[in-house]
């Protein structure tokens, strides 16, 4: 039930116009899918925007963790998030503050929210939920913010710091006790708590534990992510034995492959962008290093960049020949199992 009144608050943010701009991308996109042709009639209506790149933990597969960033560390200004709002809002009913970094850590993160929530917007975050104590998880909830992702990767300190290095697991259940009583106090539906569990070999064996745990605390929804890694050929030892849980599977000669055959498709570069801390335009989540920047808005509009020669050859490599695109090779967007044989 929890889960459909989070669905049923997203489509509340609709409007005749925002209905009419997702009948045109989607029009446009299956298009676009069939001749092949980069053609794109709307605006996204989902954007990723970043708060900061800067985080408290050394996750081994993160370039945010591993401090592995080309790009500058930094935290997105207040007053350049109020222009950038003020040229989406028109289309955008959902944004996602979370690309790189910890968002809690940007000292006015909650402002951020309650400026979208001003434009009608859906806003959801995802946090490794250290920075969350009761006070904090009241200022939270009054922000209006809708989802609240809490990372929580083992239901142990040993199996948790495993991935989440340098991270404390008591930290995380404390806060999201504090979210869960902070949400009863003002009988508040929002934000919807989910237990995000990345699935990895030393964690694995935990996975129902961690939905005991959710029931047993109160959080609304458990969700399994499967991990990605980027030098998996012969075995990484973050693979899980659970192919289910992988994105990966072992081949008769020992070597690995990814799962999925990408399609030359990706509804993404219709739907959706994703805005860096210091305006970068990227075309999505996977370009963590923001490789493939498309312009910035320090000095263009949105509008020009999302109709831009840039973008438009982007999705267009996307529709011929998606696979040769490196930040693609990895990510099952539109993909199919593949199969053998």
């Given amino acids: 039930m929890s889960t459909f009144k989070d669905q049923k608050n997203i489509v ?52 945010s963790g591993l401090k592995a960033f080309s790009r500058p560390t930094g935290k997105i200004d207040l007053s350049n998030h109020q222009n950038w709002l003020s040229q989406v809002s028109k289309s955008v009913f959902y944004i996602n503050y979370y690309f790189q970094g910890e968002p809690f850590l940007h000292p006015q993160f909650l402002e951020l929210i309650r400026e979208a929530k001003k434009h009608k917007i859906y806003t959801a975050t995802s946090t490794n939920a250290h920075f969350i104590d009761l006070k904090k998880a009241k ?124 399609g030359n498709s990706c509804w993404r570069m219709w739907s959706s962008s994703v805005l860096t801390w210091d305006g970068r335009v990227v075309p999505c989540c996977f370009d963590k290093d923001a490789e493939h920047a498309l312009g910035s808005l320090q000095e263009q509009s949105f509008e020009s960049i999302w109709n831009s020669s840039e973008y438009r050859t982007f999705r267009g490599a996307v529709l011929r020949d998606r696979n040769s695109i490196d930040i693609c090779t990895n990510c099952s967007e539109g993909a199919k199992v593949w199969v053998d044989g």
């Fill in 12 to 63: 509340k943010q609709l409007t005749i116009r925002r209905i009419w701009n997702v009948v045109a991308l989607r029009l446009s996109y299956s298009l676009a899918r069939i001749f092949k042709i980069e053609r794109n009639w709307g605006k996204p209506f989902a954007l990723s925007i970043e708060p900061t790149t800067a985080c408290n933990l050394g996750c081994p597969a993160c370039p």
């Fill in 139 to 262: 200022e939270i909830v009054n922000s209006g913010l809708d989802r609240l992702i809490i990372s929580i990767d083992g239901l142990t300190q040993e199996t948790y710091e495993s991935y989440r290095i340098n991270g404390q697991l008591e930290k995380v259940i404390a806060g999201s006790k504090a979210m869960v009583q902070a949400k009863k106090e003002v009988q508040s539906e929002t934000p919807h708590l989910i237990f995000q569990f990345l699935v990895v070999k030393a964690n694995e064996h935990q996975i129902a534990e961690v939905q005991a745990l959710a029931t047993e605390i109160g959080i609304d929804e458990v969700r399994f992510k499967t991990a990605q890694v980027y030098d998996y050929k012969h075995g990484n030892e973050l693979i899980p034995d659970n192919e289910a849980y992988s994105r990966y599977v072992k081949q008769k000669d020992g070597t690995y492959r990814f799962k999925y055959k990408g």
